[in-house]
């Protein structure tokens, strides 16, 4: 399985000490170059760089060129570079997923018959597989370091997982 990448994600599951294990899930993480910046060279020091780093060594992780740069700077009104970038790649190579976090993102990559899965998704697929007894923990850690959520989807979360 090939996915595409947004950078929160990815910072996401590197602060809950999970990145390592993206590479169970998928075959090969592609990012675009504004996805590269905002992790590793914005983000240097922090969570997600030096794993993505470490991704791009073990050619686990791919930087891709998008083609279609005007598509991406029409949706960068709308979302930040990154996002916009991720979702136009994931179409022109036909990902089998996309990573995203933001509703809206996720709505717009939805409308272009893309597969989006957030932090949450890779939590659950993390259980599902028994990588992991419980996502509780990691989701608790993800909301103290500013990943935000619905008290209700919480809850609701909390219930699909059996916990």
């Known amino acids: 399985m090939i996915i595409v990448s947004n950078a929160s994600p990815l910072i996401n599951i590197a602060r809950v000490r999970l990145f ?7 075959e090969k993480l592609v990012i675009p170059n504004a996805v590269f910046r905002e992790v590793v060279e914005k983000g240097a020091g922090r969570p997600g760089a030096t794993e993505v780093l470490d991704g791009l060594k073990s050619k686990f992780i791919e930087i891709k060129r998008l083609n279609n740069t005007l598509a991406a700077s ?8 990154g996002e916009a970038e991720a979702i136009i790649l994931a179409s022109e190579i036909s990902a089998d997923a996309i990573l995203l976090d933001d509703n809206k993102a996720r709505i717009v990559a939805q409308s272009m018959n893309l597969n989006p899965v957030g932090t949450i998704g890779v939590l659950l697929e993390l259980k599902d597989r028994g990588i992991i007894p419980e996502i509780k923990p990691y989701l608790d850690k993800a909301i103290k370091y500013g990943f935000r959520i619905s008290p209700d989807l919480y809850n609701k979360l909390l219930q699909k997982a059996g916990e």
């Open 74 to 81: 029409a949706l960068s009104e709308f979302f930040g570079d």
């Open 20 to 26: 390592h294990h993206l590479h169970t899930l998928y």
